[in-house]
């Protein structure tokens, strides 16, 4: 049975795509039944050209992402998420729409690389370390035993790896 994880940011433009892709990826590359899903409160509607770059520059696929409401996933048909981790804190504060299935929900936040101060190559840098950083923790959640583990025991290990 796949494990779905959806990736909540404000904007869904930056952050909780590169968490998106980042599971994907290494799901994909391990031969794990774990989905990614991205969204936000208040979607930007574009992908940040940035996280596009360096998507790109890992070699990973980007067709078929785009900026979209978290809406999407708490209506009728929508895949049923097992996971809801929030990638930004001003999307952690916000009350969130029910999720069917009562999911689990842990905090990873990181700081928007949209923000870095400088030059584009700057940005780049940042975007990039963001990536990396979100892989990390992604490989970190693939090495769990999703299949066995309940949802106490998976909150647990998640709010764990968020102090790594």
């Not at 809801?84 to 990181?110: F, L, M, N, Q, R």
């Not at 030059?119 to 840098?125: I, L």
Request: with cysteine; charged share 20%.
């Amino acid at each position: 049975m796949t494990t779905n994880v959806l990736i909540l940011c404000t904007h869904n433009s930056a952050r909780s795509v590169l968490g998106e892709a980042m599971l994907n990826h290494w799901a994909s590359k391990l031969g794990k039944e774990v989905r990614a899903f991205s969204a936000g409160s208040a979607p930007r509607g574009q992908l940040n050209p940035f996280a596009v770059e360096v998507l790109k520059q890992a070699d990973i696929d980007v067709s078929g992402f785009y900026s979209k409401s978290w809406d999407e996933f708490s209506r009728d048909g929508a895949p049923s998420m097992r996971v809801v981790i929030t990638v930004c804190d001003s999307a952690a504060a916000e009350t969130c729409p029910y999720w069917p299935g009562s999911p689990v929900k842990v905090h990873w936040g990181y700081p928007d690389p949209s923000d870095a101060r400088g030059e584009d190559d700057g940005k780049r840098v940042a975007f990039e370390l963001t990536r990396q950083a979100l892989g990390y923790r992604m490989l970190q959640l693939l090495a769990l035993p999703l299949e066995t583990m309940s949802n106490e025991e998976l909150q647990h290990a998640l709010a764990a790896i968020s102090t790594s």
